[in-house]
C-alpha cells in the first residue's frame, strides 16, 4: 500500500489487518499493526496467529493453494513446474524453519535439492540471480 508520510516505511495488508512501519527522525523504528506480529513470525520464531501447519495438509490441497498464491512457476529458477512441484521450505526446518505457509514455497525437484537445507539468505540470492537473469 502506497505511505502516507515520510516517516512510513511500510504500510500493507494482511488477514489480520494494516501493518506499518515507521522509522522517526532519530532512525528509530516503530511497529505498529500486523507489523508486530509479522516481526515476531521472522524474526523470534513466533507463530503467526492466524498460521497453522500447513504440512497437515492433504498434499494436493497444499500444491494448490500454494499455485494459487504464487503461481506455476519454480520460486528458485523460475520455469514452469509442468507437474515437478515439490513444497521448499524457505527458512530451513534445519535453520528453526516451520511448515507454516508463509514459510513454504514450490520449485522443482532438481531446485530443491540444489536449495536443500542453505540459508535463507541464500534462497533469496537464488530467486534474485533468476530475476536478473530473465529481465
Request: some cysteine.
Amino acid at each position: 500500500m502506497p505511505s502516507t508520510n515520510e516517516y512510513e516505511l511500510l504500510r500493507f495488508k494482511s488477514k489480520e489487518g494494516i501493518g506499518l512501519v515507521y522509522k522517526n527522525s532519530k532512525g528509530i523504528f516503530n511497529l505498529q499493526g500486523s507489523a508486530c506480529t509479522a516481526y515476531d513470525f521472522f524474526f523470534r520464531g513466533r507463530a503467526w496467529k492466524a498460521s497453522k501447519n500447513y504440512l497437515d495438509w492433504e498434499r494436493p490441497k497444499l500444491l494448490e493453494h500454494l499455485v494459487e498464491r504464487d503461481g506455476d512457476r519454480c520460486f528458485l529458477c523460475g520455469k514452469e513446474m509442468h507437474g515437478d512441484m515439490t513444497v521448499e521450505h524457505l527458512l530451513a526446518i534445519a535453520h528453526g524453519g516451520n511448515s507454516q505457509l508463509a514459510n513454504l514455497c514450490l520449485v522443482h525437484n532438481e531446485c530443491n535439492s540444489r536449495a536443500g537445507s542453505l540459508p535463507l539468505t541464500e534462497k533469496i540470492q537464488m530467486f534474485f540471480e533468476r530475476k536478473n537473469t530473465n529481465e
